[in-house]
C-alpha cells in the first residue's frame, strides 16, 4: 500500500550532492511531494528531508541506494505518525481587502496565522502548520483577492530520534550493515580522512 | 614505492616542495603502483600528458584509438589482473566517449579511476570549448566523481578515488581536473593512501546469528542449490567458495559474470544459469528447497519472470552490498558482508550430506539438454559450421587455459556455454550492460592485464565492427591477442528474437561486413578465413600457434540459434529446448 513516508537523509557538505540524491528517485520515477536541505545538529553534516507516497518495499530500496552513495551517513524514513512534522506559508493580500473585512481578521486568528508586513498596497500573512492547516487559510484567503501564495517544503523530527550520533550508533547495533566503529570519529573532525 | 616526487621531499628535509597538480597525479598513480595508463590525449588533459612524458618507463600508456576503446581495454586489464583499471581522457568528447564504459563498469563492478581533462575553471559553465559537465552526466554511472579546480586538493581525492574504486563492491570513479589546476604550482607534502572515509562504509560487519540461521536451513535441506556470481571473484574468495560447497556437497551453478570462479567442470557445477544459461539449473530453481545465492545480484536475465522465481524456496542471499539484499528476491536469511569473510565461517557449521537423488535430477535434466540440444551443436556432421563446434575444438586445443573475452550475442552465449576454463578470471563480458564493441579493446587489457596467459577475443560480425578501430592499437603496442570472429552474416541475437517472436520480419539485421582478414592485414596483423569443417582445427591452431597477434573469421551458420532459452516474459520453469516449445 501507498502511503507518505518521510526520509531524513545525512550527508557530508558536498557540491552535486543534491543531484545525487535527487536522481535516485527521478530514476524510477518517483516524484518527490517535499524536498528539504539543512545543516543538522552535527557540524558539516546536513540533513535532507525528503516526502514522497510510496509502497514501505519500495521505500526500503531506495533508502539502501541512498545509502549506498560515498556521501550519505546515513537515511531513515519514518511514517507521519511517527515524526513532528511542519510546514511555513506566505500568503500575500491586498490591504484594502483586509481593512474592509473583520471575517479576515478572525480567520487569522482562527488559523494562527501572523502579519509579517502590512504596507499600504498589501499585507502578507504567514503560518506554520502540516498540510491541511496551510490548505484551508489558503482556500479561505483565496476569496479575498489573495495576490500570491508560496509553501515550504517540510522539516520533520523523527519523534523518537535523541539526535543523529546517538541514533546512528543505536540503529547501527541492529543494524547487521554497519560498524559502529566508523562513527565514533562522526565528531572529531581532525581525526578523520577529509577532503 | 619511493616516488620521484617523495624523493626530492625527502632530499628537502620532509619540507613541502613546489610541484604542479599534474605531476601530483602522476605521483599518485606511481604511489598507488600503477603500471599501465589507457587513454587518449587532448587539449584540456595536455598537463598531465606533458608529465606523463618524463615517467614513460615506469607507466605504461596505451595510446587507443578510441576513448570508448581505453576505458574498455582498462575493464578487461582490471577483471583479469584484480587491480584497478587507470584511464585517461581529454574534456569534453573525450569524456563522453567513457560513458558506455564507466555504464559498463558500474554495472559489472569493475573497479576502474578515470582522470579526465577539464577546461580552466574559471570557464566552467560558459560553454568554453570542449566543455561537458561529464560530472553530472557520470553521477549516474560512477560509484564516485569528484570535480578538481584546485591542485591542493588533488592528492587526497586520487587517493580517495582509487580507495573508493577497490573497496567494497567495486565499481568506476570518475575525477574530472581543470587545466588550471593541472598547471598550478602548490606546496605538496607526499602522497598518504586513503584507508577510510567517514561516510562511506565498503565492508558491512559479519553477524554470527546470521551464519547460523543460514547454516541450519542448509543442514535442513533436501535439496539445495547454490548460485553464485562475480562477488566470488571480486572478493578472492575462490577457495573459500570451493570449500564451501565441497563441505556441503551443493549442487552449484554460476551466473555469467560468476563463471570460471569454480573451473567449468567442477564435479559440483551445474552449469551456467540465465536465459540461455543451461536446462537444469535454470529448471531445477523452482524444484530446490534452499537457493543459497553468493555474491550475485539476481539480474532479470537471471531470473526471468520474479513472481515465478523460486517462489517454494527459501533464499539465502551473501552479498556485500547491501542494496542487493531484498531487492528482487526476498530472502529468508541474508548474510552481509565480505564472502572472504563469512563462507569459511558457513563452511564451519554445515555438513556434509550426500542427497543422491537431488543430485539426479540435475543429471537427468542434463542429458536431455545433451540430447536435444547439445550433441547437435558441438558434433554436426554435415551443413555448415556451428558457433558450439568452434568452441569445442578451441577448448580441445587450449585445454580451458585461455582467457576468453567475448562480445555480446548469440556468440557470448555459446562461448559461455561451452568454453572450458580451468582459471579464475578466464571470463571476461559485458555482462550486465551487454555492450556491443567491448571484446576487442578488453581483450588488449586483458592481454597487459595477464601477460602469461593466452587471451582470445570472441565476436560477432556485427560486434567487431563496433571498435575495429582498437586494431591500430594492436598493431602499435603488439599484445598477443587472439582474434575470433563467428560471422553469420546477421545480427545473430536479435536476428534470433525476430525469427521467433516477430515473425522471422528480419529488420535491418542483414549487416554486411568488410573482409575482416584484409582489414587486419592492413593493421599488419596477420589472418584467416574459414568456412569448411575439415579446416576448423587447423584453423584455430594457426591461430594459436601464431607468435603475435592473429584475426580468424570463421563463416558459421547463418540461421542457428541459441538454446534453450527462457522466453522473455517467462518463468526460469518455462526454459525451451527448441524453437517449437515456443
Ligand atoms: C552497443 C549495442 N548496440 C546494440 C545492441 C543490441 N544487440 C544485442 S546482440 C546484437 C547482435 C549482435 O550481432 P553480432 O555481433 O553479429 O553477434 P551474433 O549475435 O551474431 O553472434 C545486438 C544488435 C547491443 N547489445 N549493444
Not at chain 2, 556432421?381 to 580451458?400: A, D, H, P, R, S
Not at chain 2, 571470463?427 to 582470445?456: C, D, F, H, W
Not at chain 2, 535491418?508 to 575439415?534: H, L, W
Request: with cysteine.
Amino acid at each position: 500500500m501507498k502511503q507518505e513516508f518521510t526520509l531524513t537523509v545525512y550527508t557530508e557538505n558536498q557540491v552535486g550532492l543534491l543531484n545525487k540524491i535527487a536522481i535516485i528517485f527521478s530514476r524510477r520515477k518517483i516524484s518527490l511531494d517535499s524536498f528539504n536541505s539543512s545543516p543538522s545538529e552535527i557540524e558539516n553534516i546536513y540533513r535532507f528531508t525528503i516526502v514522497i507516497r510510496e509502497t514501505e518495499t519500495v521505500v526500503k530500496n531506495i533508502v539502501r541506494q541512498l545509502e549506498k552513495n560515498v556521501e550519505v551517513f546515513k537515511v531513515f524514513y519514518n511514517t507521519n505518525d511517527e515524526i513532528i512534522w511542519q510546514q511555513i506559508a506566505l500568503y500575500k493580500v491586498p490591504t484594502s481587502v483586509i481593512m474592509k473585512d473583520v471575517k479576515v481578521e478572525r480567520l487569522l486568528r482562527e488559523f494562527g496565522a501572523r502579519a509579517v508586513v502590512i504596507r499600504d498596497d498589501y499585507t502578507v500573512f504567514e503560518t506554520t502548520g502540516q498540510d491541511d492547516e496551510v490548505d484551508n487559510l489558503l482556500k479561505e484567503l483565496s476569496k479575498y483577492s489573495l495576490i500570491e501564495f508560496v509553501k515550504s517544503s517540510r522539516i520533520a523530527i523523527i519523534k523518537s530520534s535523541e539526535g543523529v550520533h546517538k541514533k546512528v550508533l543505536d540503529m547501527e547495533k541492529n543494524d547487521p550493515t554497519n560498524k559502529p566503529i566508523n562513527n565514533e570519529f562522526l565528531n572529531h573532525k581532525s581525526m578523520i580522512f577529509e577532503m | 614505492m619511493k616516488t620521484l616526487e617523495l624523493d626530492k621531499i625527502e632530499k628537502a628535509g620532509r619540507q613541502p616542495i613546489s610541484t604542479t597538480g599534474s605531476l601530483a597525479v602522476i605521483d599518485a598513480l606511481l604511489s598507488e603502483s600503477v603500471t599501465t595508463i589507457f587513454g587518449y590525449p587532448g587539449g584540456a588533459i595536455m598537463p598531465i600528458y606533458d608529465s606523463l612524458f618524463g615517467f614513460r618507463d615506469k607507466l605504461n600508456h596505451i595510446l587507443v584509438r578510441h576513448e570508448q576503446g581505453a576505458i574498455h581495454a582498462a575493464q578487461g586489464y582490471a577483471r583479469v589482473s584484480g587491480k584497478t583499471g587507470v584511464v585517461f581522457a581529454t574534456s569534453g568528447p573525450g569524456a563522453t566517449n567513457l560513458v558506455t564504459g564507466l555504464a559498463d563498469a558500474l554495472i559489472d563492478s569493475t573497479p576502474l579511476v578515470c582522470i579526465t581533462g577539464q577546461v580552466f575553471a574559471h570557464l566552467l559553465g560558459t560553454d568554453a570549448f570542449q566543455e561537458t559537465d561529464i560530472i553530472n552526466i557520470t553521477t549516474p554511472i560512477t560509484k564516485w566523481n569528484y570535480q578538481i579546480t584546485d591542485a591542493t586538493e588533488i592528492p587526497e581525492v586520487l587517493a580517495k578515488a582509487f580507495y573508493i574504486a577497490k573497496s567494497g563492491r567495486p565499481g568506476p570513479v570518475l575525477i574530472d581536473i581543470t587545466k588550471n589546476a593541472q598547471l598550478q604550482l602548490f606546496d605538496y607534502i607526499g602522497y598518504r593512501p586513503c584507508i577510510h572515509v567517514r561516510s562511506y562504509r565498503p565492508n558491512p560487519i559479519v553477524r554470527p546469528e546470521y551464519i547460523e540461521q543460514a547454516a541450519k536451513l542448509i543442514n535442513e535441506a533436501k535439496k539445495p542449490f547454490v548460485v553464485f556470481g562475480q562477488g566470488i571473484i571480486l572478493g578472492n574468495a575462490e577457495k573459500e567458495f570451493q570449500s564451501f560447497i565441497e563441505k556441503g556437497n551443493l549442487p552449484s551453478a554460476w551466473t555469467i559474470m560468476g563463471m570460471s570462479a569454480i573451473p567449468t567442470d567442477h564435479p559440483l557445477g551445474v552449469g551456467m544459469l540465465g536465459m540461455h544459461g543451461n536446462y537444469g539449473p535454470n529448471f531445477l530453481t523452482n524444484e530446490c528447497d534452499v537457493l543459497i545465492a553468493v555474491g550475485m545480484r539476481f539480474d532479470d536475465r537471471v531470473t526471468g519472470r520474479l513472481d515465478k522465481y523460486a517462489k517454494q524456496a527459501k533464499v539465502i542471499h551473501l552479498d556485500i552490498d547491501p542494496a542487493e539484499i531484498d531487492k528482487n528476491v526476498q530472502t529468508a536469511v541474508s548474510v552481509w558482508g565480505d564472502c572472504k569473510e563469512t563462507l569459511p565461517l558457513l563452511t564451519n557449521l554445515i555438513e556434509n550430506k550426500s542427497r543422491p537423488e537431488w543430485f539426479k535430477e540435475f543429471e537427468i535434466k542434463k542429458e536431455k539438454e545433451t540430447t536435444t540440444v547439445i550433441e547437435k551443436e558441438l558434433n554436426p556432421t554435415e551443413g555448415g559450421l556451428t558457433m558450439g563446434e568452434v568452441i569445442q575444438v578451441l577448448n580441445e586445443l587450449t585445454n580451458g587455459d585461455a582467457v576468453i573475452v567475448t562480445d555480446v550475442g548469440q556468440h557470448q552465449m555459446v562461448a559461455c556455454r561451452y568454453a572450458k576454463q580451468n582459471k579464475t578470471r578466464s571470463n571476461i563480458t559485458s555482462g550486465g550492460l551487454g555492450t556491443m564493441g567491448y571484446a576487442l579493446p578488453a581483450a588488449i587489457g586483458a592481454k597487459l592485464g595477464a601477460p602469461e596467459r593466452e587471451v582470445i577475443a570472441i565476436m560477432g560480425d556485427g560486434g567487431a565492427q563496433m571498435n575495429i578501430q582498437e586494431l591500430g592499437t594492436i598493431m602499435q603496442f603488439q599484445p598477443n591477442v587472439k582474434i575470433l570472429i563467428l560471422n553469420n552474416s546477421y545480427l545473430g541475437m536479435v536476428r534470433q528474437w525476430q525469427e521467433l517472436f516477430h515473425e522471422k520480419r528480419y529488420s535491418f539485421t542483414d549487416i554486411q561486413s568488410p573482409n575482416f582478414v584484409q582489414v587486419a592485414k592492413a593493421y599488419n596483423i596477420d589472418g584467416r578465413q574459414i568456412s569448411q569443417r575439415e579446416e576448423l582445427r587447423e584453423g584455430l591452431k594457426q591461430m594459436l600457434d601464431n607468435p603475435s597477434s592473429f584475426l580468424l573469421e570463421v563463416a558459421v551458420l547463418h540461421e542457428d540459434n541459441v538454446f534453450p532459452m527462457v522466453p522473455q516474459g517467462k518463468g526460469v520453469a518455462e526454459i525451451v529446448l527448441s524453437k517449437e516449445e515456443i
